[in-house]
Every structure is written in structure tokens, then in C-alpha cells.
């Protein structure tokens, strides 16, 4: 669910802040296909002549890129690009920046004014957290407790954008009064991975009965997972289509 809604009208800033409860997740360029896979196990037979089957039609190899994936040949999924831009909250980056087998390029609160988009839990969003870490679940939060999220991150976001606002009409230096602003403000970024990358980073941060590891991620950037795995299954469908088939796993 998307909100993108003004703060109260008797705030300050009532004009200029959002709230939103999504994320945006673009492929804006990929040199990636099911077919860079073949070409680059092959050359271990056919040496050059592998180029040759570059525009080869990858469906009869279906077999070959299953066997890598299932045998867990990883370094012919290398051979491939993907470049996402990434906007959410700053939280979300946090986390994302932990792959480092990314490449991250993220807008700076040092050289410009931070736009006033903010996150804020959606409706659909489980609150409470039951259980230990590591064995723990979330429940569904009650009405008056995704009322007071909903109203608190609305009140304190709008109360710090005021005063990082006032900062810098002030002359204070952009990188100093950023500082009064919480992880929920949105950034955005570009992120490049190969294939390879990209399947140990959906491992990771989907959670998915049919996975041969279980995992518990934050719902935030598995919304972003979500995303990024639609691009992926979109442009290598047998290398996707693989990948699920062996338990999600990345080779």
C-alpha cells in the first residue's frame, strides 16, 4: 500500500512533507541474459568458439544452467549486469549495504537539501514481535497500535524536518544539520551486481516456504527484494526458473 499524503495542515511544513508506506525499485540498465551463462561455462570445452553461441537459443540449454545451478558452478553467473535505482528509507540502505558484493552509488545530505519524503508503516504492516531472536515472528499490531505508529512518525518527522529546515536558513553547513534527521527519510541510489550477487542477496532477504535455508527479513527490504527478484526473473527466466527449482540457493 502506498500513502503519500501532506503532514497536518497546522504544521510549518505542511506543504512540502510526504509520507509513503512503498518503495521504487527500477532497472535502469542490464547486459544480462540466460545465454551469458552458456557461453561462459562452455569456453571451459569449446574455448573461443563459445562466443559463437552467444545468440544461440538459450531454451535448449535449460539443462546446462540447471546443472551449474544445482551442482553449484557459480562463476558462469558472474558474467552479467544488472543496475537498479533503489528509493527508500535510509534504514532499508543500511541493511542493503551489507551485500558487499554491490556496487553503491547514494545521493549525499552533504551536497543537497534532502527532499521531505518519509516512511510510515502501511496498514498492512505486522507490529509486534513475538518470541526470541532467531525463533521469533511478527503478529498483526492492533488498531491503536498502528493508530500511535502512524500518528507518532507523522509528528516527529514533521518536527524534525522543521527544525533541519531552520538549520539551514540559518547558514548551518547541510552535512551538519542532516543530523536531526531519522533513518525513516527516503535516499535513493543505484546498486550494480551480476547474477550471482543478486540470487545470494534474494536469499537472504525474501522469506519463502520453498527455500532450502529459511530467512527472516526485515518486511522493508524484502520489499525491495520483491522488486529486484520480478527484474531478475524477467530477464533470465531460465536462470530464475533454476534457481527456485534448487532451493534458492546461490551457486
Known amino acids: 500500500m502506498t500513502t503519500d499524503e501532506a503532514a497536518p495542515s497546522d504544521t510549518p511544513s505542511a506543504a512540502e512533507i510526504r509520507f509513503r508506506s512503498d518503495v521504487t525499485v527500477e532497472l535502469v540498465k542490464s547486459s544480462a541474459s540466460d545465454a551469458d551463462v552458456l557461453f561462459a561455462a562452455r569456453v571451459s570445452t569449446a574455448g573461443e568458439k563459445s562466443l559463437e ?3 544461440a537459443d538459450a531454451e535448449g540449454s ?3 544452467i540447471n546443472y551449474l545451478m ?7 553467473f558472474e558474467h552479467n549486469q544488472f543496475t537498479f535505482y533503489v528509493s527508500a528509507p535510509i534504514f532499508v540502505f543500511r541493511e542493503f549495504m551489507r551485500h558487499r558484493t554491490f556496487s553503491y ?9 534532502l527532499e521531505p519524503v518519509f516512511y510510515v508503516p502501511g496498514a498492512e504492516r505486522k507490529l509486534v514481535q513475538e518470541g526470541k531472536p532467531g525463533r521469533y515472528v511478527f503478529v498483526d499490531g492492533t ?3 498502528h493508530a500511535l505508529v502512524d500518528t507518532t512518525t507523522r509528528r516527529v518527522c514533521t518536527e524534525a524536518y522543521r527544525g533541519y529546515l531552520e538549520m539551514l536558513e540559518a547558514g548551518v553547513a547541510r552535512e551538519v544539520a542532516r543530523g536531526v534527521l531519522p533513518v525513516s ?3 535513493s541510489m543505484y546498486a550494480t551486481c551480476n547474477a550471482r550477487a543478486l540470487m545470494n542477496f534474494l536469499s537472504l532477504r525474501t522469506k519463502r516456504e520453498d527455500s532450502t535455508f529459511p530467512s527472516f527479513p526485515q518486511r522493508e527490504i524484502e520489499m525491495v527484494a520483491e522488486r529486484m527478484e520480478e527484474h531478475f526473473a524477467a530477464t533470465m527466466p531460465l536462470t ?3 534457481w527456485n527449482r534448487n532451493g534458492r540457493v546461490a551457486p
Not at 544445482?70 to 558462469?76: A, K, L, N, T, V
Request: aromatic share 6%.
Open 70 to 76: 544445482r551442482d553449484r558452478h557459480g562463476s558462469p
Open 62 to 64: 535449460a539443462g546446462l
Open 53 to 55: 553461441q552467444v545468440g
Open 143 to 145: 488498531p491503536e497500535q
Open 240 to 242: 530464475h526458473a533454476a
Open 105 to 113: 552509488n547514494e545521493e549525499s545530505g552533504r551536497y543537497r537539501k
Open 185 to 187: 527519510i527516503y535516499s
